[in-house]
């Protein structure tokens, strides 16, 4: 994409808006307006000045200039604006050195992917993450002194067996952790989720897939082509844009909360990934276990030695650790296996073709920032590769049905974000390579989560801290 081919689409969708979307260090997207003529005259090479100090994880009031660069590359039709509006992704610079600003989530994915190809390794990463999500009919929720409370409901909940309605209750919806693929009309989201995917592919997205997930109320998963690291992030933070205002003109909501529902399955973001060279993917070996070649292999004793600090980027909130708890389909065990998907890392069945072969992380959850998230996987495993890191044996058999004696002998996740940002602390040595991430760019994330999230929810009592203790 160019400046002639952005006056072309310019022209033929009549666009009278350019949204401005970039991201902030928790992983927020965030946009403004500006009109075609001003982005055609001088935002398209000059770039936009703006308060950095105001971004979440950025600058400090002192140092607040930074400036946006588009990616022209990103462009789209934002299919929900009532004015015609191209939507483009924006990088952060500094504005007087122009260079890359180290805490700009875009910035380290593009760093990551020249680290690994200035590495010797590979020329190029493959992403495809799975983000679930529930769509839902009303939320509630509310915090503050004297109260402090959250309320679902869908019609397609099981809990609504024996609600009233007026039009009569049809009883037809999925049983907990009975979501998997049933037709209509227990599977009520399928309208709903076909105009997503209309959506999606207006917007330049190749469709693989699209069902009902295991969750009841409403679980979704829909599949997409994967793309190189920093573009599968970029594609990651449309899809979810696109999700949830496609749900909210339906009158619904949608959500990436990783456990948004008590005793149901939480919603996983599985990273498939692999690294290629000179157009041939580095994974394939069909005599070895797997059909993985040792690079493979020891890309996944990277991520395993170093998961309990990746965590800290892939599983970002307290809420990610209410879904990594076992009895759910979330792993939690650091093994890897074929086709196991109570292991940390599967490899799917591929077949005998070289390029499908691929690893799928299944630990991640859509509440992460993905340019980060992606970023230290990748990082993880390079390392892995450099010091031939081995993982332990693979496991073949259901970890969840495993006596404890040999579960006692595995490696697991922390339990909570509090640990795996202790561990991150302890060991980022990995993540510093390249420049990618930055030592302030840690400290700023450590900070943030204990600050702003992990003692903003120590100082509050929960529902269920009442019912066990109230009459003690």
Not at 60 to 70: E, N, W
Not at 318 to 344: I, M, Q
Not at 393 to 401: I, Q, R, W
Not at 444 to 470: A, C, H, Q, S
């Amino acid at each position: 994409m160019n400046k002639q081919k952005i006056i072309n689409l310019i022209e033929k969708y009549n666009i009278r808006f350019i949204n401005v979307r970039f991201i902030d260090l928790p992983g927020v997207q965030q946009h403004l307006n500006i009109p075609v003529q001003m982005f055609l005259d001088t935002v398209i090479d000059d770039g936009l000045a703006f308060d950095g100090s105001s971004i979440n994880g950025f600058q400090t009031i002192d140092q607040s200039d930074l400036k946006l660069t588009p990616d022209l590359d990103t462009v789209y039709v934002d299919p929900f604006k009532k004015q015609p509006t191209l939507a483009i992704s924006f990088s952060v610079v500094d504005p007087i050195t122009n260079q890359a600003y180290a805490k700009d989530p875009r910035q380290v994915a593009f760093k990551t992917e020249k680290y690994l190809k200035s590495s010797g390794i590979a020329d190029q990463a493959w992403f495809a993450p799975e983000a679930e999500f529930y769509i839902f009919d009303d939320i509630r929720f509310n915090t503050s002194i004297n109260e402090g409370y959250y309320k679902i409901d869908s019609t397609e909940g099981a809990w609504n067996t024996g609600t009233y309605y007026d039009e009569g209750n049809s009883g037809h919806r999925p049983k907990i952790k009975g979501g998997y693929f049933p037709v209509p009309p227990i599977d009520q989201t399928a309208d709903i989720r076909d105009k997503i995917v209309v959506n999606l592919q207006n917007a330049g997205f190749s469709i693989e897939r699209s069902h009902h997930e295991v969750g009841t109320a409403g679980q979704q998963e829909i599949n997409y082509k994967f793309s190189t690291l920093t573009r599968a992030a970029d594609d990651l933070m449309t899809f979810k844009y696109i999700v949830k205002n496609t749900c909210f003109k339906e009158d619904k909501t949608a959500t990436f909360l990783p456990k948004p529902l008590f005793d149901d399955n939480g919603s996983g973001m599985h990273c498939h990934q692999s690294l290629w060279k000179d157009g041939k993917s580095l994974f394939f070996d069909k005599n070895k276990y797997g059909q993985l070649s040792d690079i493979a292999r020891w890309y996944i004793g990277g991520i395993i030695r170093h998961a309990p600090s990746i965590l800290a980027f892939t599983n970002p909130t307290t809420n990610s650790y209410r879904r990594l708890v076992p009895g759910f389909e979330a792993p939690t065990y650091l093994v890897y296996s074929e086709r196991n998907r109570s292991a940390a890392i599967r490899i799917p069945i591929t077949g005998s073709s070289p390029a499908a072969k691929r690893i799928e992380f299944r630990i991640p959850d859509p509440s992460s920032n993905p340019y980060l998230a992606f970023s230290a996987q990748i990082l993880a495993g390079v390392d892995g590769i450099l010091n031939k890191i081995e993982p332990p044996k693979p496991v073949d058999e259901n970890l969840y049905a495993m006596s404890a004696k040999k579960l006692s002998r595995i490696k697991t996740v922390p339990n909570s974000l509090e640990e795996s940002l202790e561990a991150l602390d302890k060991d980022k040595d990995f993540l510093l390579a390249g420049d990618c991430f930055t030592q302030n760019l840690i400290d700023t994330w450590i900070d943030y989560k204990y600050t702003n999230e992990i003692e903003y929810l120590r100082v509050r009592p929960t529902p269920g801290e009442f019912e066990l203790y109230f009459d003690i």
